[in-house]
């Protein structure tokens, strides 16, 4: 194996490895100031579509965690970015509250299904209007195709199962803009000068976030947190370059190990 570059970037997935919900994960805003301290740029990076980047922010401060707007990369972020680029209008498969990522953008007379996670609109009659107007050649894009998440109650359905219905009734396949899209991860990165082999990313869930990372180049670290499941190691290969208890765990290796 090629010899490794200087860590100078550690990326970090929210939802389910800094927190579950309204809840921290034991340690992980004290981990996090550790991490501060270090010679490296960190960045937020989250498949989350139930709330938009400021509520997201106003949710981390009021668990006490340090962190800036511009330090938070998201799926809607880059399927807005998507949108504007394809000049399309779309209807909006997302929560309400992550509507305000998506301000200015045109939805009347929808050319494009944008979904999200939308536990509100995953019924018949919206799901039915989707699939006529794929049908009729609109463009679908998955902001992610994650197949659950971690709620405080347990596991839920994401919108993946929702997206491949989609693209099973219209023949069709999704243009996916989140991780574990290589071109995520990318985007995460840009502007911070650090090329994906001198990161890392952390992070509960294995396909999406450790082995999508590992895909480009990145190293993964795999969290026992959130959506983690037993065995979820053997699910990727590569395997992730290491597997923690917790966020709190992983920050401690990457301090005495990685710089």
Excluded at 16 to 41: F, I, Y
Excluded at 54 to 74: K, P, Q, S, V
Excluded at 113 to 142: K, Q, S, T
Aim: proline share 6%; net charge negative.
């Amino acid at each position: 194996m090629a010899a490794r570059r200087a860590l100078k970037a550690v990326l970090v997935d929210l939802n389910g490895t800094l927190h579950v919900e309204d809840s921290a994960v034991p340690g992980a805003q004290e981990a996090l100031k550790r991490l501060r301290s270090a010679p490296v740029t960190i960045r937020f990076v989250t498949n989350t579509t139930k709330e938009s980047k400021r509520d997201l922010l106003e949710r981390l401060t009021r668990l006490g965690f340090d962190i800036a707007e511009n330090e938070i990369f998201t799926s809607l972020t880059a399927a807005r970015n998507l949108l504007e680029q394809k000049h399309v209008r779309p209807l909006l498969l997302v929560d309400d509250k992550a509507l305000p990522d998506f301000t200015g953008i045109g939805t009347d007379d929808p050319n494009a299904v944008v979904v999200g996670l939308a536990p509100e609109h995953f019924h018949y009659e919206m799901m039915n209007r989707a699939f006529r107007l794929i049908l009729d050649g609109a463009p679908l894009i998955a902001i992610h195709k994650a197949r659950y998440f971690k709620k405080k109650d347990g596991l839920s359905l994401g919108p993946g199962p929702f997206v491949t219905g989609l693209e099973y009734a219209t023949d069709t396949k999704a243009t996916v803009v989140g991780k574990p899209e290589k071109t995520f991860f990318l985007e995460a990165l840009r502007g911070t000068g650090c090329a994906p082999e001198e990161a890392v990313m952390i992070g509960d869930d294995c396909r999406d976030d450790v082995g999508g990372a590992q895909d480009v180049g990145m190293r993964g670290i795999l969290v026992r947190t959130g959506k983690y499941r037993p065995a979820d190691e053997d699910k990727i290969n590569p395997a992730p370059y290491l597997t923690c208890e917790s966020f709190p765990e992983a920050v401690e290796h990457i301090l005495k190990s990685m710089l």
